[in-house]
C-alpha cells in the first residue's frame, strides 16, 4: 500500500505553482480574493480536463495495442522458460504460478515462475489499473499457452 503522506507532498508541490499563477493573476488584474480563486479554479478545471484526457488516451492505448503488446511478453516469458501447460482447467494465472511453484518441475522454471509473480506484484504497486491490465494480460497469455479447453477438470477421473 502506498503512503498517504507521499500522496499530500506530491499534491502540495504540484499545487504551489498554481497558488503562485493564481497570485500572479491577482496582481496584474488589480483584484481581490475573487480573481485569485477564480484563477485558481480555472486551473485545477484545466489540470482536471487533461487528466481526463490523458486517461481516455490511456485507455485507447490499451485496448488498441498495449494488450497485444503485453499478452505477447507474457507469452514469451512463458515458452522461453519452457513452462508446462496449465494443470487443471480452473487454474487461474497466479493459481497456475503458484502450482508451478510448488511441483515436481525444475530450479529454472520455479525461479522464472516467482519472478513472474514479482512483476506482477510490482504492477500492482503502481496502481490498481495497471495491476488490472497486467492479471488480463497474464490471463490472456496462459489461455493462449495452455488453452483451458485443453486442461482437465480437477477432480474428473481419468480417462
Known amino acids: 500500500m502506498k503512503d498517504a503522506r507521499a500522496y499530500i507532498i506530491i499534491a502540495l508541490f504540484s499545487f504551489v505553482p498554481y497558488l503562485l499563477v493564481s497570485w500572479a493573476y491577482m496582481a496584474l ?3 481581490g480574493s475573487e480573481q485569485f480563486w477564480a484563477a485558481f479554479g480555472v486551473l485545477i478545471a484545466v489540470r482536471l480536463f487533461f487528466s481526463v484526457i490523458e486517461t481516455i488516451g ?7 495495442y498495449g494488450k497485444k503488446l503485453m499478452v505477447n511478453k507474457f507469452l514469451g516469458l512463458l515458452r522461453a522458460n519452457n513452462f508446462p501447460k496449465r494443470e487443471y482447467q480452473h487454474d487461474d ?4 504460478l503458484a502450482r508451478i511453484e510448488d511441483g515436481p518441475y525444475g530450479d529454472s522454471v520455479k525461479t522464472s515462475a516467482k519472478e513472474i509473480y514479482f512483476l506482477l506484484s510490482t504492477f500492482e504497486s503502481m496502481g490498481i489499473l495497471l495491476g488490472m491490465r497486467m492479471h488480463a494480460a497474464s490471463e490472456a497469455a496462459l489461455e493462449t499457452y495452455s488453452p483451458k479447453a485443453e486442461a482437465p477438470i480437477w477432480g474428473a477421473p481419468h480417462a
Open 58 to 64: 490511456s485507455v485507447i492505448s490499451w485496448r488498441l
Open 93 to 96: 494465472f497466479l493459481g497456475y
Open 29 to 31: 488584474a488589480d483584484g
